[in-house]
């Protein structure tokens, strides 16, 4: 079955993102799915999920800030920095509120992070958490984050609450751990949710059990958002019957027979006539062409 377009799902906890994306692919009865950004086991929250042409949004998406609530308690160290984990220290705790919110502070703007064990990221070719199930740690080059806003307030005793929006790639349970390690106590995750990815909140998810109501109704096009959807900062660009034609070929066409295009230099959501999103493609002034990125249609030129 050829089904194209995104669901927002609201990520249960204590399933992997695979496991979503191995259950929805068997609930919709499509081959061609992926998601956009793993999240953790215990995590819940905003997990877009591409489905057949979709899925050539994945490299192209043009925002990759996240926003994550969390809940972290001082005083406790786990080997996954989560309460889920080993307990591998306990302190004391002497910080105030007032230090929290400094120690937090502190980490505004652009960083360095090392990647946590228990994560996905491969170092030579193997995934960091298959080799912390076996005890074994290997050395991790750290990356640059960016921690764009935060807002930290306390929740109980030694436990504290966390609004953050950063950078992709950034791991909320090792910003906890560092803010714990700053304030000499340690730190570690009680609860996680991811309340907005690629320009998406967490008002427009809907549950997988939600999912599979919608399919079995045949109703499944009510929740599918459109590929274009998360392309919407570009300026879009109608092409006429003959040069759409040429256009799902993969000809170039020149930029001098267009008439009206918007001035960008960047990208433009190119359409049809029928308004059928054809492709997200560059306008290269350089070369005076405009060049496709990316195909999100199933006629003309195969999709593969």
Same mark, same amino acid.
């Given at each position: 079955?050829?089904?194209?377009?995104?669901?927002?799902?609201?990520? !249960?906890?204590?399933?992997?993102?695979?496991?979503?994306?191995? %259950?929805?692919?068997?609930?919709?009865?499509? %081959? #061609?799915?992926?998601?956009?950004?793993?999240?953790? /086991?215990?995590?819940?929250?905003?997990? !877009?999920?591409?489905?057949?042409?979709?899925?050539?949004?994945?490299?192209?998406?043009?925002?990759?800030? #996240?926003?994550?609530?969390?809940?972290?308690?001082?005083?406790?160290?786990?080997?996954?920095?989560?309460?889920?984990?080993? $307990?591998?220290?306990?302190?004391?705790?002497?910080?105030?509120?007032?230090?929290?919110?400094?120690?937090?502070?502190? &980490? *505004?703007?652009?960083?360095?992070?090392?990647?946590?064990?228990?994560?996905?990221? %491969?170092?030579?070719?193997?995934?960091?958490?298959? *080799?912390?199930? %076996?005890?074994?740690?290997?050395?991790?080059?750290?990356?640059?984050?960016?921690?764009?806003?935060?807002?930290?307030?306390? &929740?109980?005793?030694?436990?504290?609450?966390?609004?953050?929006?950063?950078?992709?790639?950034?791991?909320?349970?090792? =910003?906890?751990?560092?803010?714990?390690?700053? =304030?000499?106590?340690?730190?570690?995750?009680?609860?996680?949710?991811?309340?907005?990815?690629?320009?998406?909140? $967490?008002?427009?998810?809907?549950?997988?059990?939600?999912?599979?109501?919608?399919?079995?109704?045949?109703?499944?096009? @009510?929740?599918?958002?459109?590929?274009?959807?998360?392309?919407?900062?570009?300026?879009?660009?109608?092409?006429? @019957?003959?040069?759409?034609?040429?256009?799902?070929?993969?000809?170039?066409?020149?930029?001098?027979?267009?008439? $009206?295009?918007? @001035?960008?230099?960047?990208?433009?959501?190119?359409?049809? $006539?029928?308004?059928?999103?054809?492709?997200?493609? @560059?306008?290269?002034?350089?070369?005076?062409?405009?060049? /496709?990125?990316?195909? &999100?249609?199933?006629?003309?030129?195969?999709?593969?």
């Amino acid at each position: 079955m050829n089904i194209d377009g995104i669901i927002l799902i609201d990520k !249960p906890a204590d399933f992997t993102s695979f496991d979503v994306v191995a %259950k929805l692919r068997g609930i919709v009865g499509t %081959k #061609k799915i992926g998601h956009g950004g793993t999240l953790d /086991p215990m995590a819940t929250g905003v997990l !877009p999920v591409f489905l057949g042409t979709a899925t050539r949004c994945c490299s192209l998406l043009p925002e990759k800030r #996240k926003r994550y609530r969390a809940r972290f308690r001082l005083g406790i160290s786990t080997d996954t920095q989560d309460i889920s984990g080993r $307990e591998t220290a306990r302190r004391e705790v002497t910080a105030s509120e007032a230090d929290v919110i400094a120690a937090a502070d502190s &980490f *505004l703007g652009k960083s360095e992070q090392l990647p946590p064990m228990y994560s996905a990221v %491969k170092v030579n070719g193997r995934r960091l958490y298959d *080799l912390a199930r %076996k005890n074994l740690e290997v050395e991790r080059e750290k990356r640059t984050i960016e921690i764009f806003s935060l807002k930290v307030e306390r &929740f109980a005793q030694d436990e504290y609450t966390i609004e953050v929006e950063c950078s992709q790639g950034t791991y909320i349970r090792t =910003l906890c751990s560092d803010i714990g390690e700053r =304030l000499g106590c340690g730190a570690t995750v009680t609860y996680l949710r991811r309340t907005g990815s690629s320009g998406f909140g $967490e008002e427009r998810c809907v549950t997988m059990e939600k999912v599979r109501e919608l399919v079995a109704e045949g109703r499944l096009g @009510e929740i599918l958002l459109t590929a274009d959807s998360v392309f919407t900062q570009y300026p879009a660009y109608t092409l006429g @019957e003959f040069d759409a034609r040429l256009h799902l070929n993969g000809v170039r066409i020149w930029l001098s027979r267009l008439e $009206e295009l918007p @001035e960008t230099d960047g990208y433009i959501r190119v359409y049809d $006539e029928n308004g059928q999103f054809l492709s997200l493609s @560059e306008t290269d002034r350089e070369a005076g062409q405009l060049v /496709p990125k990316a195909y &999100f249609c199933r006629y003309g030129q195969p999709v593969t």
